[in-house]
Structures are given as C-alpha cells and as structure tokens.
C-alpha cells in the first residue's frame, strides 16, 4: 500500500498537489487543515475546540489532531493507500503515526517536502486569502506564526525521516504540472 506524507510551510502547494496526486495514483486524500475547517464550519465540539488555535496560526493539540486523523484513516478500509496532506507536524504525531500504522502491518512510502522561500509563500498566502475566506491567510502576522510553529515543530521532522531512509524534497516553485511532475517521478522512482 502507498502511503505518503506530504509536508512543507503553508502556502508550499500540499493540498493542491495532493489533490492531483490522488487521482494520479488512486489514493484517499485526508488533509488535517481540511478537517478542522469542516469542523469548525459545521460546529462540531471539535471545530469549537480547533478553532482559537488555527485562527491565531498555532497547532492544535496533538492529542486532538491524531485521534481526528486515526478515526479518518479507519473511514477508509478499503483504500488503496493514503496521502497525509499536513499531518505528521510534530514528532510526537510522526511517532503516533508510525505506531498506528504499525498495528497494521502498514508502513509510510515516502515522505516529500514541497520547499519554497518564505517571502513567496507570503505573498501566495495573502492571494489565496483574498478568496479562500480564510482568517488565517489574510494577515501577515499569523501567516508568519505559521512558518514559526512549522520552523520549530515540524522542521525536525526532516531528521526524524531521514533516519527512516524517507525523506525527499521537491522544489515547489514552477507551474503546477512541472511540481506535479517533479512529484510523481520521484514517486515513480520509490
Ligand atoms: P493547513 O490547511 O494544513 O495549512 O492547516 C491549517 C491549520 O490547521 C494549521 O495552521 C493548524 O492550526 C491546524 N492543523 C492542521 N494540521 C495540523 C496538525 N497536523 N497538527 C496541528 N494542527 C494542525
């Protein structure tokens, strides 16, 4: 079974890419930025609890976050395998991952980091909040807590796959087919 795990700051593309890759090679897509924002759009008590963090830009409790993501994976028994799109973001969630997928004879593929500089993702997030209606992309300072929490929580996690012989990245500046592209060679290649 395929399972990859997408990360890289916001604004580097993930879900965009995500969404092509699973047509591409047939996989259940589970976005963790997506979840929350169904949640807090239907009132859910977990959206009621999600809310105040991402709104600031922060992360949600990890407890939070990987019950969601482990009640997702279960939705979906017959899937052919997964892309983690924003999820692991800590270690204690890459760790909670690999013991989860462990109790079933599962294993993550690969994991791919989607990279661009921080003055692009910027100027990406502030056009993209101009339509997403997202509070968290329409001012700079909580865009800018975003790539802090992604420096200090899931920047590590670059080593903690790398010592797994699973970590690649990916230039995530060009067109979308050209990143598409670089994605699914590299993929091809796994
Ligand atoms: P995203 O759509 O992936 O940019 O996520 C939007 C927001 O949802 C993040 O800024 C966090 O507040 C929250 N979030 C999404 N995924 C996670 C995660 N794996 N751990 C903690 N918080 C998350």
């Known amino acids: 079974m395929k399972i990859l795990v997408f990360f890289g700051k916001p604004g580097a593309g993930k879900g965009t890419q995500a969404a092509l890759l699973k047509e591409h090679y047939n996989l259940v897509h589970i976005s963790t930025g997506d979840l929350f924002r169904y949640n807090i759009k239907n009132k859910t008590p977990l959206g009621i609890l999600a809310q105040s963090y991402i709104d600031g830009g922060d992360l949600v409790p990890d407890q939070v976050t990987i019950d969601m993501l482990e009640a997702e994976v279960q939705k979906n028994p017959n899937a052919a395998g997964f892309i983690f799109d924003g999820f692991p973001r800590t270690q204690a969630q890459a760790e909670a991952l690999d013991i989860f997928l462990a109790k079933q004879n599962l294993n993550i593929s690969a994991t791919v980091a989607l990279e661009a500089s ?3 993702l910027v100027e990406r997030l502030l056009k993209r909040g101009e339509t997403s209606g997202r509070s968290d992309d329409q001012d ?5 807590n975003r790539f802090e929490e992604y420096k200090q929580k899931t920047a590590p996690l ?3 796959y790398q010592q797994q012989n699973k970590f690649h990245s990916v230039d995530g500046i060009g067109t979308l087919e050209e990143i598409s592209e670089r994605l699914t060679q590299l993929i091809d290649s796994i």
């Not at 700079?140 to 800018?144: D, G, Q, S």
Request: glycine share 0%; aromatic share 10%; hydrophobic share 25%.
């Open 158 to 160: 670059k080593s903690y």
């Open 118 to 120: 921080d003055d692009v």
């Open 140 to 144: 700079e300072v909580k865009i800018r």
